[in-house]
T-cell receptor, first 113, second 115 residues
């Protein structure tokens, strides 16, 4: 069965320090992987996506993620957190030939001044 | 329009009343999706449209929920005889086509509160 696990429900970092949000997936097939961000009372915005091209994917706002097949991971990173990064982040997996997104449970990122 | 729009942005209703939630997808997007986001429940898939057809309604939680799409564009999600457990944010998304690699673009959601 396909699933996605976000290992941390909450992450707190200080402004200017690195961000790491962890995501692992379970699948028998080659996945497409996405990270979305949701600011309070807003819809979901795509940060980046992996669809079997380069394993290191760069997204908006300085975020990037690396697809590691051997570890079935797609962790999201940013070298230096900004206050405006405070939001909820969702890891999503999908598969060729289907339309369904499978969402992780989300990680709420808090950025401390 | 430039993005997916949803209306109303907020809806407060009394238990037992019917509500209609509207979604305007990005022009030219053939696929449309409805999700529900409840506190502590994450994002729950409700229904998927390809054109005006709904090949997958498996996520609709009960027969009080229905949805339609007309003209391959606007979609309406209807909840009849609302219950307090229907309180949630209802998100609509669209994509250019179906398929696992397609990016889904989300609207801002409708926040529904059933008193």
């Amino acid at each position: 069965a396909q699933s996605v696990t976000q290992l941390d429900s909450h992450v707190s970092v200080s402004e200017g320090t690195p961000v790491l949000l962890r995501c692992n997936y379970s699948s028998s097939y080659s996945p497409s992987l996405f990270w979305y961000v949701q600011h309070p009372n807003k819809g979901l915005q795509l940060l980046l996506k992996y669809t079997s091209a380069a394993t290191l994917v760069k997204g908006i706002n300085g975020f990037e993620a690396e697809f590691k097949k051997s570890e079935t991971s797609f962790h999201l990173t940013k070298p230096s957190a900004h206050m405006s990064d405070a939001a909820e982040y969702f890891c999503v997996v999908s598969f060729s030939g289907t339309y369904k997104y499978i969402f992780g449970t989300g990680t709420r990122l808090k950025v401390l001044a | 329009g430039a993005g997916v729009s949803q209306s109303p942005s907020n809806k407060v209703t009394e238990k037992g009343k019917d509500v209609e939630l509207r979604c305007d997808p990005i022009s030219g997007h053939t696929a449309l999706y409805w999700y529900r986001q409840s506190l502590g429940q994450g994002l729950e898939f409700l229904i998927y449209f390809q054109g005006n057809s709904a090949p997958d309604k498996s996520g609709l939680p009960s027969d009080r929920f229905s949805a339609e799409r007309t003209g391959g564009s606007v979609s309406t999600l209807t909840i009849q005889r609302t219950q307090q457990e229907d309180s949630a944010v209802y998100l609509c998304a669209s994509s250019f086509n179906r398929g696992g690699q397609e990016t889904q673009y989300f609207g801002p959601g409708t926040r529904l509160l059933v008193l």
